[in-house]
């Protein structure tokens, strides 16, 4: 828990100007925002002269718990593990939402002695980009009932307009409202709100290039449908441009350091259950020119953020990863058992009795799959197994036997939470190894072949779903989207992180279950199609006992309760 100033709490850290300098960058190319932050000027992604030099790491993990398996955690210690051993690196992360800082599972920025600084500028606001995202997308809101309210004179059909309005904080009761009641106050209609980092504009903040490449996606996102088929765009309706400008100074990338100093962008934020869940293309390509090394981290596990990082975001930013690394917790694995119910602050018992040796057994399948399904992009992998004092040595051994056996070039302990950089040196080893072994980085499909065969390929080979249903909405979405020339985009799915399947409460590798896509959305700006699986909420709800009911301001400025 934090319980400190912003000022007081930083008093080791160096200047952003210090870090900035070190790794390559001249004054003229960021700009200081605060004692601690500064934002890089996105143009020196595509700055000639200048390529990549560096190797590409992506972290992901096993099915996660709710409490998550601290692979931000894993991902920063790694970075600072790096550094110690010699090896200039850089991590680049996805920025925090409110949401998860006020609801469950806490802020985003690590922990123990693995964390990004300032904690508290990260967890709440960091330097507004999150807020430009609510309100560009909110903008092309206004802009359509707007444009419905002064005569519609695009034809869209009301029942086919698919834009939400968005709020960066867990809010159940928004998630579906009606709007426009009373005289004057534009048509009538049934919509809601999702969380801000689910946003469309999000991914495409994600996704852009370019200043150019932002407005142009920014311009083809589809609003809705005229009667006569037609897809309506926010060039239509004439905001794209004004979307643009709300987002000009988010598109550059969030310069920030380790609690040790290591440099560290911050940038974007789209969950990987029903987003993107990556940090920025941009940040990633200028990293990957001022470091040795770039560890960046993919939402959740391989089904999620790294089946997406590979298929969508490779596709988009044209790199490719040299290695992985799959995190790991006994905990997690037992979690997986369904005999172990893991909880914020209740830790499991420390012991290899016969129940939590086969809780452990029945849990090591989850790791088995996580790790086939890295493999079937072609690149090393390597397993994090973050270590918590209730971990025993014949537990460890356990995990690595599994590990090795299927597949992974290593499998270590890690203490970066308790060590830092120390605890991290063992796996920047590992890492390092992995990134000189042969690589055949490649696409899990064609992204021309029909959406329903791609939504198969992912299903059946990333999930182990035997075949995959679907709702009659969510089919006749799929036909509207390809009669309209949108078939050829890959796709995004949106379910839930707590099991391969689309149920939470299938642990462990489940098999003989089938896939149900509730619903069908096309975000054309961001250049994918998102399916929708099961239950999955757009819009999270705050739990019994939020995170944010501990978070408090003293007199005299002092933050507490962030965690």
């Known amino acids: 828990m934090s319980n400190r100033t912003l000022d007081e709490s930083n008093a080791a850290l160096r200047p952003i100007a210090d870090v900035a300098v070190e790794i390559g960058l001249d004054s003229s190319q960021y700009a200081i925002f605060g004692k601690f932050a500064a934002k890089v000027d996105p143009r020196l992604a595509a700055e000639d002269g200048q390529s990549r030099r560096g190797a590409y790491v992506v972290v992901t993990s096993i099915s996660p718990t709710p409490v998550g398996e601290g692979k931000t955690t894993v991902a920063i210690g790694l970075a600072q593990g790096l550094q110690a051993i010699g090896t200039r690196s850089v991590v680049a992360l996805r920025q925090g939402s409110l949401g998860p800082s006020f609801g469950i599972k806490g802020g985003g920025a690590g922990g123990g002695r693995s964390t990004l600084e300032p904690?508290?500028?990260?967890?709440?606001?960091?330097?507004?980009?999150?807020?430009?995202?609510?309100?560009?997308?909110?903008?092309?809101?206004?802009?359509?009932?707007n444009h419905l309210h002064q005569g519609n004179a695009l034809c869209i059909d009301p029942e086919s307009i698919s834009w939400p309005r968005v709020l960066d904080m867990n809010d159940r009761a928004l998630r579906s409202v009606t709007t426009g009641q009373g005289e004057k106050n534009g048509p009538s209609r049934q919509t809601g709100f999702e969380i801000t980092a689910a946003s469309e504009v999000m991914s495409i903040l994600s996704l852009a290039g370019s200043y150019s490449d932002l407005r142009e996606r920014l311009g083809n996102i589809v609003v809705g449908f005229a009667h006569d088929s037609q897809s309506v765009s926010a060039n239509g309706i004439r905001v794209a441009g004004a979307m643009a400008a709300l987002l000009r100074d988010a598109l550059s990338p969030n310069l920030v350091q380790t609690q040790e100093g290591t440099p560290a962008f911050v940038h974007a934020g789209p969950f990987g259950n029903v987003g993107l869940g990556n940090s920025s293309v941009i940040a990633d390509q200028i990293a990957l020119k001022l470091a040795e090394v770039v560890v960046t981290e993919a939402g959740f596990g391989s089904d999620l953020g790294f089946e997406k990082f590979c298929n969508v975001k490779c596709r988009a930013s044209g790199l490719a990863p040299d290695a992985a690394v799959v995190v790991v917790t006994a905990r997690s694995l037992k979690a997986h058992s369904g005999r172990f119910n893991v909880r914020?602050?209740?830790?499991?018992?420390?012991?290899?009795?016969?129940?939590?040796q086969e809780a452990l057994e029945a849990g090591l399948p989850n790791?088995?799959?996580?790790?086939?399904?890295?493999?079937?992009?072609?690149?090393?992998?390597?397993?994090?197994?973050?270590?918590?004092?209730?971990?025993?040595?014949?537990?460890?051994?356990?995990?690595?036997?599994?590990?090795?056996?299927?597949?992974?070039?290593?499998?270590?302990?890690?203490?970066?939470?308790?060590?830092?950089s120390k605890g991290a040196t063992t796996l920047a080893r590992s890492v390092l190894a992995a990134i000189h072994e042969p690589s055949d980085f490649r696409f899990l499909y064609d992204a021309n072949l029909p959406v329903r065969a791609k939504i198969s390929e992912i299903a059946t080979r990333m999930y182990?779903?035997?075949?995959?249903?679907?709702?009659?909405?969510?089919?006749?979405?799929?036909d509207r989207f390809e009669a309209a020339g949108y078939g050829?985009?890959?796709?995004?799915?949106?379910?839930?992180?707590?099991?391969?399947?689309?149920?939470?409460?299938?642990?462990?590798?489940?098999?003989?279950?089938?896939?149900?896509?509730?619903?069908?959305?096309?975000?054309?700006?961001?250049?994918y199609i998102v399916p929708i699986v099961g239950n999955i909420m757009l819009m999270p709800g705050l739990g019994k006992q939020p995170s944010g009911e501990s978070i408090d301001l003293l007199p005299d400025g002092t933050i507490t309760g962030m965690s």
Do not use: W
């Open 367 to 420: 790791l088995a799959k996580h790790l086939e399904n890295v493999r079937m992009y072609g690149i090393p992998v390597v397993v994090a197994i973050n270590s918590y004092p209730s971990d025993t040595e014949r537990e460890v051994q356990m995990i690595k036997d599994a590990a090795l056996a299927a597949g992974a070039m290593a499998a270590v302990v890690t203490t970066g939470f308790r060590d830092g």
């Open 119 to 145: 904690a508290e500028l990260l967890n709440l606001h960091l330097t507004g980009d999150m807020h430009a995202v609510a309100a560009a997308h909110n903008a092309c809101s206004a802009f359509l009932d």
């Open 488 to 527: 050829h985009l890959p796709i995004c799915m949106a379910k839930t992180q707590y099991s391969l399947s689309g149920d939470p409460k299938l642990l462990s590798r489940p098999d003989g279950f089938s896939i149900r896509i509730r619903d069908v959305r096309l975000y054309a700006g961001a250049g």
């Open 344 to 356: 914020p602050g209740r830790p499991l018992d420390p012991g290899l009795d016969e129940e939590h």
């Open 464 to 478: 182990g779903a035997c075949g995959v249903d679907y709702e009659p909405v969510a089919l006749d979405a799929i």
